[in-house]
């Protein structure tokens, strides 16, 4: 969090440089005196067997003690109200891009509504700069357990609970990538809930939209794999635009081979390691909710060379 | 120096005695598992908790070990699941409560001049119903069936989030052991507070008034009126649990409309003051030690009890700082982010009470005073890390983090198992007639200061570099893999200090110096009777007419009773 | 005031508090889902004012307090009848309880499942209603011992405690009737 990238993210690092500040020094004064105490009184005494004078207290300096630090906590908690309503209150822009972000068990569904793209496990933004800022607005929800969104370098994390809708938002001012994971344990594979921001120039970002838009090209030698795909229970699962595929319950595969992991962040997304996840999922995320489909290796074959026609 | 009052000679098992008709092991085995005697009780819960305390360690030694380094595969993810689940619960409730009210039960009564607690065998029923609910909960691991094999322990988190916790995402069994063991548990607990609290309102010996009562006996007062007011709570989300998971009812079933937030509410409305009823006691194990070892009165005895009795009531309105990022609101946000940082003021000050006290003292550097220096720059950190999480938009960043989770350590460990180990070196003399071992302490304590410390300041940065909590792996180009193996190498050292203790305690039980009735020239009541005491505690009290009736007796030109 | 008495007065005090407690947090379920269900019925479909349960249980506060005040004059006699006569309104209300769920259950199918408001009235009820049966099987006992004579006025603290229990669990209902039939309707 200290190398952020991101409007919400450089607010929190400069809140937390402040309060890093107030703890310093009240570490120092008290660490110090405390210090000085051991050392001072700890020295071997010149007669030990007579009592040191007992002091039982004194009143100006207990509330001294007690209101200095009372006077900070004021301080602490006007600049951290501040903040939070800076942060919780930003007014979403009538040209903010807006993406809705959907926990499942253990992946991400991406959505951009407006834009008609549905993704898995990466999002792709365009970078603001500061002539014509871009914010991106995040919608979040689950679809079964508490998750929680968290791109460190973006901003704060978000919970994603279900049977509720929180939004966050982000205005990254830095090309590049950016990740992050699931911050809420939501069951066995919490750890493999990986998520990647990719912000691009705007220019870039709006050839992705584009190529995210259109339906992926046929081809007459993957024939036998898409009808495969078409035949099998994939499709229950899986949607797939152009194919009777329209299953909610895993990620859409339709721009599958634009992404750069599979099962989120589990393993990059290789041939290889395409053949080995259809294969079994589980081979790389033990209890992954995709059955293996018990296929042989010439229906494999196909299948994946269908899948890697998914741009 | 030793009591006028009553014998002086040291009988380690006096109170065993076993009875003329029978003799032997079975004798003495049937009067402790008998016994209403608090401390025989008190002695019990302990040893139970230090049982405890070795089991969670090795959970997170597994733990630890798995995730040294990115990508091993020592511990398969559904274990590592399990490891962390059963860490964390048994830590509080199987080390932290039996130990902390182990020794109230076996201190509180001999501290305020009476002959056991209020309800002797109720006291009992609340140590047997907690044996229980822990064999109950390691019993998971036979009998907990999951979906994919026979044989599973609980692995959804001490806090046992809904709707994971509920029937759709957990089936099997798993999930109410750990709920069934926690609510009976959690019977015993308020059964203790009850007692602890009628004890301390009725039972104080004569001139002892509440003004004059020890400050650690304050907070057990404190932390045991808290008790029945949270507690309850989470057995009744407990039993909400229980009916959504066997009866069909809908209380955190989202699909069905139900929330998944009002779990968390009334769960960390227990969670968060059941972390000061863990902590406050230990401050009152500092209270006792730290006059004792700088030869000077506690600075400030009225302060120290108001910030008690503060800390107690402020910690109550704080518990949403858990759902910083649950998305409440700028207004609760804001609310909880002030009482949280509210409630750092009585305990900043009872930081600087006790520094006030150590300041022109002849300090005496033994064992239990080590542990409390240690206490006091650790917990130091701990409520820092804690005002810094209290700003909300940090704990944005930071909440369910490894940052996060060294704070609560720095608090739990660095805080409350330090003044623990204080506590032990302290009363062990008086609970079985032998000193341990200053050498043996030493190194117990070294070790453990370097241990701790390598570990769990080490583990704030993976937090500050993005590091999610509850993740039995992680990727390797994060540049998490070497702090996390610093972390994990301070792991043995602790072990070893643990170790170190045990052989300290099983040594001096046999060959420990005599200790005689006030080994540490303390003044407190405690002090005024045999090591260990008798059955019925006191033979005769000393008059008591100020907070120290001990100093009073050694200084009857300058007792304490005018200054106070 | 004896000392044993003084102990045990702590005693029930602390208890009531942590039952308080415990309620308290049925009570805030219960509010909390006021109007959430997605489906089935709502509370004015179903719910009618239990006034006679009502009635009956507030009145056996003021009989049990009778009791337990004769029971201190030494008239052991008197205070088993006043006891006696608090177990009859408080199974007068248990036994609207049972009616009233009886119809719930089995004539309009309406159970813990059914919806939000089903999941949040029977346990916060049926807590209550097993207070109430455990505050009967104490005053039986009150009631056993007073004739067979082994209740003497020197027992009139015990007695007393289970008075407080029982107006501890009227005072429930109270709050129970409030939320439930009153503003959840």
Known sequence: MFAPVSTPAFLIRDVSFFVLAITGVIFVIVAGFAVFTLIRFGRRPASPEVEPAQVYGSTQIELAWTIVPLLIVVVLFLVTARYVWGIERRAQPPDALEITVVGNQWWWEIRYPKLGIVTANELHVPVSDATRPTLTFITIQSVDVAHSFWIPQLAGKMDAIPNKTNRIWIEPRRVGTYVGQCAEYCGLQHALMLLVVVVHPKDEFQTWVASQQTAPAEHDATRTGRALFASLACINCHRVSGTPGNGVFGPDLTHLMSRSTLGAGAVRNTPDNLRAWVKDPSAFKTGALMPAMKLDNAQLDQLVAYLSTLR | ?564 | MSRTASRGRAGVIGFIVAETSLFAVFVVAYLFYIGKSLTGPSPKDLLELPILGTICLLSSSVTVALGSRALAAGRVARAGGWLFVTIVLGVVFLTGTAQEWRRLIVEQGFTIGTNLFGTTFYPLVGLHASHVILGLVMLSLCVIFAGSGALKAVHAERVEFVSWYWHFVDGVWVVVFTVVYVVGR
């Open chain 2, 1 to 564: 120096m030793s009591s006028t009052f009553v014998s002086t000679e040291p009988t380690a098992v006096r109170d065993a005695a076993p009875t003329p008709e029978r003799s032997g092991t079975l004798a003495i085995l049937h009067d402790w598992v008998v016994t209403v005697d608090h401390k025989r009780l008190g002695i019990m819960y302990v040893v139970t908790g230090l049982v405890f305390l070795v089991i969670g360690g090795v959970e997170a030694l597994l733990m630890r070990l798995q995730l040294a380094w990115p990508g091993l595969t020592l511990v398969p993810p559904d274990t590592f699941n399990r490891l962390f689940t059963l860490h964390g619960t048994t830590m509080v409730f199987l080390l932290g409560i039996p130990v902390v009210f182990g020794f109230a039960n076996y201190l509180v009564p001999l501290m305020i001049g009476a002959r056991d607690l209020a309800f002797p065998r109720l006291n009992a029923f609340g140590f047997w119903i907690l044996l229980f609910g822990g064999a109950l909960l390691y019993f998971s691991f036979i009998g907990g069936d999951g979906l994919y094999g026979a044989g599973s322990a609980p692995a959804i988190g001490w806090f046992a989030y809904a709707p994971l916790s509920e029937r759709a995402f957990t089936p099997g069994n798993a999930t109410d052991y750990w709920n069934l063991s926690v609510l009976v548990m959690g019977f015993g607990t308020v059964a203790t507070a009850i007692n602890l609290i009628a004890t301390i309102s009725t039972m104080r010996a004569p001139g002892m008034t509440l003004g004059r009562m020890p400050i650690y006996v304050w907070t057990m007062l404190t932390v045991s009126a808290m008790t029945l007011l949270i507690l309850p709570p989470l057995s009744a989300a407990q039993i909400m649990l229980l009916l959504d998971r066997f009866l069909g009812a809908h209380y955190f079933d989202t699909q069905a409309g139900g929330s998944a937030i009002i779990w968390q509410h009334f769960f960390w409305f227990f969670g968060h003051p059941e972390v000061y009823v863990l902590m406050v006691p230990g401050f009152g194990f500092v209270s006792e030690i730290i006059p004792v070892f700088s030869r000077k009165v506690i600075f400030g005895y009225a302060t120290l009890v108001a910030a008690t009795v503060s800390i107690g009531a402020v910690a109550m309105s704080t518990w949403a700082h858990h759902m910083f990022t649950v998305g409440m609101g700028g207004t609760l946000d804001s609310f909880f982010a002030a009482s949280t940082m509210l409630v750092g003021v009585p305990t900043g000050v009872k930081i600087f009470n006790w520094l006030g006290t150590m300041y022109g003292g002849k300090l005496r550097f033994r064992t239990p005073l080590l542990f409390c220096c240690a206490f006091l720059f650790q917990f130091l950190c701990a409520g820092l890390t804690g005002i810094m999480l209290a700003v909300a938009p940090f704990d944005w960043q930071l909440q369910d983090s490894y940052f996060l989770v060294a704070h609560f350590h720095f608090v739990l460990f660095g805080g409350l198992i330090f003044t623990i180990f204080a506590a032990l070196y302290y009363w062990f003399p008086k609970v079985t007639g032998r000193m341990l071992s200053e050498r043996l302490g030493r190194w117990n304590f070294w070790l453990l200061v370097v241990g701790f410390n390598l570990t769990f300041v080490t583990m704030h940065f993976p937090g500050l570099l993005g590091m999610p909590r509850r993740i039995y792996t992680y990727p390797a180009d994060r540049g998490w893999d070497i702090l996390n193996l610093v972390i994990t190498l301070g792991v043995p050292l602790q072990a070893l200090a643990v170790l170190i203790f045990l052989v300290n305690v099983v040594y001096s039980l046999r060959r420990g110096a005599p200790a005689g009735d006030n080994p540490w020239e303390a003044w407190t009541l405690e002090w005024a009777t045999t090591s260990p005491p008798p059955a019925y505690n006191f033979a005769a009290l000393p008059p008591i007419n100020s907070r120290r009736p001990l100093w009073d007796v050694q200084h009857p030109d300058d007792p304490d009773g005018p200054h106070e």
